[in-house]
């Protein structure tokens, strides 16, 4: 059985920084994509970054890039998500998703989702 | 970046209603497209890949159909248990981008 755990969320200030993990078990980890896909309040679903099964290529999303950076540690088969110069619109439940296939396609697993706010 | 847009984003059903979902792209992504489910509070589920295969575990009344700009998920006879939010994406290429998202409600 495919398991996401995610963890890191919390209350951040503004500029602040936060690094959000996901552990993976279940599946060859390294044979896999991982995303990460968010969801602001009340709002609907929101891609923000990708990166390939052995982590040489990754993507982000407009919105995030120069800001946040995805990486991932096949040994211990988990994913992050550092994030820099936070802004109240970063405020989103943060789903770490697995993708299908080693780099791009749709996500067959998605984490329980992990909280991430950004006030003062 | 390609932009997907469903309709309607809501609809209001009674069980046993044949309900129809329908995404559109901007440009031609093939069978790249996804649907997804959602409850509230809970995280995504992936019920369609490759526009027309079902996922494994998903019921049979889900279906998809579509290729290059139009797509359609349908549930052939609406249960209780369908009432949520759903979300096509395309995942021809990056940035992978979502629908707006349809709310399936009880009428």
């Known amino acids: 059985e495919v398991q996401l755990l995610e963890s890191g969320g919390g209350l951040v200030q503004p500029g602040g920084s936060a690094r959000l993990s996901c552990i993976a078990s279940?599946?060859?980890?390294?044979?896999?994509?991982m995303s990460w896909v968010r969801q602001a309040p009340g709002k609907g679903l929101e891609w923000v970054s990708v990166?390939?099964?052995?982590?040489?290529?990754?993507y982000h999303a407009d919105s995030v890039k120069g800001r946040f950076t995805i990486s991932r540690d096949n040994s211990k088969n988990t994913v992050y998500l550092q994030m820099n110069s936070l802004r109240a619109e970063d405020t989103a439940v943060f789903y770490c998703?697995?993708?299908?296939?080693?780099?791009?396609?749709?996500?067959?697993?998605w984490g329980q989702g992990t909280v991430v706010t950004v006030s003062s | 970046d390609i932009q997907m847009t469903q309709s309607p984003s809501s609809v209001s059903a009674s069980v046993g209603d044949r309900v129809t979902i329908t995404c559109r792209a901007s440009?031609?992504?093939?069978?790249?497209l996804a649907w997804y489910q959602q409850k509230p509070g809970k995280a995504p589920k992936l019920l369609i890949y490759?526009?027309?295969s079902l996922q494994s575990g998903v019921p049979s009344r889900f279906s998809g159909s579509g290729s290059g700009t139009d797509f359609t998920l349908t549930i052939s006879s609406l249960q209780p248990e369908d009432f949520a939010t759903y979300y096509c994406?395309?995942?021809?290429?990056?940035?992978?981008?979502f629908g707006g998202g349809t709310r399936v409600e009880i009428k």
């Open positions: 998703a697995k993708g299908a296939g080693y780099y791009n396609s749709w996500h067959d697993d």
């Open positions: 279940g599946f060859t980890f390294s044979r896999h994509a």
């Open positions: 990166i390939s099964g052995g982590g040489e290529n990754m």
């Open positions: 440009q031609g992504i093939s069978s790249w």
């Open positions: 490759g526009a027309s």
């Open positions: 994406q395309q995942a021809d290429s990056f940035p992978q981008t």
